[in-house]
């Protein structure tokens, strides 16, 4: 297994422009988040999956970013209408459960320029 | 609410010097504590764990201990090397939630 996989690891956007990710998780891990870090911060809990049940969303995620894990596998990460705000590095984890820790993937630089 | 505090970087050692990186906590439950570590161009790796009170997480020479009376979980190595250089986050994740509570992180520079 290789590990948390995210791509594509930098994008450059537009404003208003519309962008996804996509991550591959460890195939035995059930559960699945993302998280958003920018400079100088730590990781911002976004959303989580249990399989494909997405079970709870932070109030950081307005109603621009969608998520989805379809068949419990890979997830995608949807932001419409991108804001210069949004600029920051996007990182997906999966876990057997929380006590076992998370592995984490390199991450997603979005610049919205 | 839930919320983890760590002290402000960057800590600059020389080789073989001791360290601590203080980090503590406010939680309405019973917290698991975490440290994870970030070396330049990675992700984030689990380094130690702690699940209950007094408990000692430790791995590669560093090692904190869970102190619930000082709502603690400060992270030490006796003798930090350059390769130890990385930015460091401490965590708390409670299980009802699922979900980890990330510090601002701390980073550490040791020059040889």
């Known amino acids: 297994d290789t590990g948390v996989s995210q791509d594509p690891r930098h994008k450059i956007t537009k404003r208003g422009q519309n962008v996804t990710f996509r991550c591959d998780p460890i195939s035995e891990h059930n559960r699945l988040y993302w998280y958003r870090q920018t400079l100088g911060q730590g990781p911002e809990f976004l959303t989580y999956?249990?399989?494909?049940?997405?079970?709870?969303k932070s109030r950081l995620l307005s109603d621009r970013f969608s998520a989805e894990r379809p068949k419990g596998s890979f997830s995608t990460l949807e932001i419409q209408r991108t804001e210069q705000g949004d600029s920051a590095m996007y990182l997906c984890a999966s876990s057997a459960g929380f006590l076992y820790g998370y592995t984490f993937g390199s991450g997603t630089r979005l610049t919205v320029v | 609410g839930n919320s983890v505090t760590q002290m402000e970087g960057p800590v600059t050692l020389s080789e073989e010097a001791f360290l601590t990186i203080n980090c503590t906590y406010t939680?309405?439950?019973?917290?698991?504590l975490f440290w994870y570590v970030q070396y330049p161009g990675e992700g984030l790796q689990l380094l130690l764990k702690?699940?209950?009170?007094?408990d000692k997480g430790s791995n590669k020479g560093f090692e904190a201990t869970y102190r619930k009376e000082t709502t603690s979980f400060h992270l030490e190595k006796g003798s930090v090397q350059v390769s130890d250089s990385a930015v460091y986050f401490c965590?708390?994740?409670?299980?009802?939630?699922?979900?980890?509570?990330f510090g601002t992180g701390t980073r550490l520079q040791v020059f040889p």
């Open positions: 965590a708390l994740g409670l299980e009802d939630t699922d979900k980890l509570i």
């Open positions: 999956f249990q399989n494909e049940a997405q079970l709870e």
């Open positions: 702690a699940t209950k009170a007094d």
């Open positions: 939680a309405t439950g019973y917290p698991s």
